[in-house]
């Protein structure tokens, strides 16, 4: 069985400093890693996803995630947060052998602040 | 590339009514997906489909619901009766096989509002 946990509710930060949105994942083979992001009355969107090969990840909007294998986990970045990042965030994994169901994460409230 | 188009956007309706809930894919994907999110659940898989067949529908709450999918650009997520207890918005999405490390592609939802 496949599960994604997001530990943090709601992520609150001012705008021009980093932000990291955190994801753990279990899988039980290789995983495919994604984030989506929705906005107010709008369906989910895709930011960006990990495969294989570089850990660090470079999606829309300038996010960035970075893999790592070892403690499992998937968390989003992004070097200078805008108030428009403020949005609902989700982390979604797909077993290597499911070519269709992802499971997503409970999400996470992201705020910034002017 | 239209994205997933859902209908309506909004339904408001009376406790006991039919409600259908209408979804046209992104062409050529092959998978569909019926997903509800509430502030309390989140964001819960109701139902797939490949190839319009259901591959698990084991998110169904109970016998009320109903999917179908007669062909590849169509779908329809029905209730019936409602009940209070079913608003929430409802997301439709699709995303392809040609590669398993395809995202899935959302509609902006059905907001459902059962009085």
């Known amino acids: 069985a496949q599960s994604v946990a997001q530990p943090e509710d709601q992520v609150n930060v001012a705008e021009g400093n980093p932000l990291t949105v955190k994801c753990t994942y279990s899988?039980?083979?290789?995983?495919?890693l994604f984030w989506y992001v929705q906005y107010p009355n709008r369906g989910l969107q895709f930011l960006l996803k990990?495969?294989?090969?570089?850990?660090l990840v470079k999606g829309s909007y300038g996010f960035e995630a970075e893999f790592n294998k070892s403690q499992t986990s998937f968390h989003l970045k992004k070097p200078s947060a805008l108030v428009s990042d403020s949005a609902l965030y989700f982390c979604?994994?797909?077993?290597?052998?499911?070519?269709?169901?992802?499971?997503f994460g409970d999400g996470t409230t992201l705020t910034v602040k002017p | 590339d239209a994205g997933v188009i859902q209908s309506p956007r909004h339904e408001v309706t009376e406790m006991g009514q039919e409600v259908t809930l209408r979804c046209k894919p992104i062409?050529?994907?092959?998978?569909l997906f019926w997903y509800r999110q509430t502030m309390m659940r989140g964001l819960e898989l109701l139902i797939y489909?490949?190839?319009?067949?259901?591959?698990?529908d084991s998110g169904m709450p109970e016998d009320r619901f109903s999917a179908k999918m007669p062909n590849a650009s169509f779908s329809t997520l029905k209730i019936q009766p409602s009940e209070p207890r079913d608003s929430a918005v409802y997301f439709c999405?699709?995303?392809?096989?040609?590669?398993?490390?395809?995202?899935?592609?959302f509609g902006d939802g059905t907001r459902l509002s059962i009085l």
């Open positions: 999405a699709s995303s392809s096989s040609g590669t398993t490390n395809q995202p899935q592609h």
């Open positions: 979604a994994v797909r077993d290597f052998t499911n070519a269709g169901k992802s499971t």
């Open positions: 489909f490949n190839n319009n067949v259901p591959i698990d």
């Open positions: 990990y495969i294989t090969g570089d850990n």
């Open positions: 062409s050529g994907h092959d998978y």
């Open positions: 899988v039980s083979g290789n995983p495919y």
